[in-house]
Structures are given as structure tokens and as C-alpha cells.
């Protein structure tokens, strides 16, 4: 099955490529979300956990670091979800088409020593809320695919 694209093209745009890596972390019925502040007295975008994969990393270490960054969470990877596409311009004005993978993982131990990204927030919410608030339609999606294995 080829994976699924989301996203809208903006016209005269030229999307870079970017491998990435995301997971679905659920505890105690809630998921774990990066809630990301993008411009001062905004209200916040909502992502899962993940982001770009660095040189020399596997899709798995890259997801670990991400959580560690982003969240303060040290993570356990576990099933494969789903591979997902997703275009977007980023804050920075750039144009992306994300090659997600998505993997459920569980919580070993929050470590706030870990998070060095101050615009990320660690939030926990239901996966249907989630669904609903999602910044990129990819995430939904993958949290709706954990949704029907797990729910």
C-alpha cells in the first residue's frame, strides 16, 4: 500500500522532502501532545511528539530523542502504525512534505532534563480531542488507526 498524502499544494511552492518520525502515547486513557506555541499570545498548535530524522538515526532512536526533546518524556517504541505524507508550510516559511512513520510507544519515565524545546509543552488529552485539534490531518489520522487497534 503506498502511503497516504496529506496536505494541501500552495501553488508556486516547491515542497522539500523530510523524512520524520512520530508516536501515539497513551497513559491512562490520555495521549500524549506537544501543544507548540508558533507566535506569542497565540493559542497553541497541537502535534504529536516527532519531528525530523537526523543523519545516521533510525526512525526508532529519532522518535526516543523527539520525546525526550519536545516532551521530557524517555519513551519505549512498540508496534508500527502507519507511513503518512503530510505538505505544510512551516513557521519559518518553508515549504515540507513530511514521510512520516508512526509507531505506538509507552512511557518509561518523565525526565523534564531532557526537554530543551521551550515552545513545546507537554499536554495530555483525549485521543478523540486530539482527532479534532490536530494541526496536520497525518497525526489524526495515525492516532485514528491506533484508535481502532487499541480502542
Not at 533510525?58 to 516532551?71: D, K, P, Q, S, W
Not at 512498540?78 to 505538505?87: C, E, H, S, T, V
Request: charged share 25%.
Amino acid at each position: 500500500m503506498a502511503d497516504l498524502q496529506f496536505g494541501e499544494i500552495v501553488e508556486g511552492r516547491t515542497y522539500v522532502d523530510r523524512p520524520a518520525t512520530f508516536g501515539v502515547v497513551v497513559r491512562d486513557g490520555l495521549l500524549a501532545v506537544a501543544a507548540i506555541t508558533i507566535r506569542a499570545g497565540e493559542p497553541p498548535v497541537f502535534d504529536l511528539p516527532g519531528g525530523g530524522i537526523d543523519p545516521g538515526e533510525t526512525e526508532l532512536e529519532a522518535m526516543v530523542r523527539e520525546f525526550g526533546e519536545e516532551a521530557g518524556l524517555n519513551i519505549a517504541p512498540g508496534a508500527f502504525l502507519m507511513r503518512a505524507r503530510q505538505r505544510y508550510i512551516s513557521p519559518e516559511g518553508r515549504a515540507v512534505n513530511n514521510h512520516g512513520a508512526f509507531y505506538a510507544a509507552s512511557v518509561l519515565t518523565e525526565d523534564p532534563a531532557l526537554k530543551i524545546e521551550d515552545d513545546h509543552e507537554l499536554v495530555w488529552m483525549s485521543p478523540t480531542d486530539f482527532v479534532q485539534k490536530a494541526r496536520h490531518e497525518a497525526q489524526a489520522w495515525a492516532v485514528c488507526v491506533w484508535l481502532r487497534n487499541n480502542g
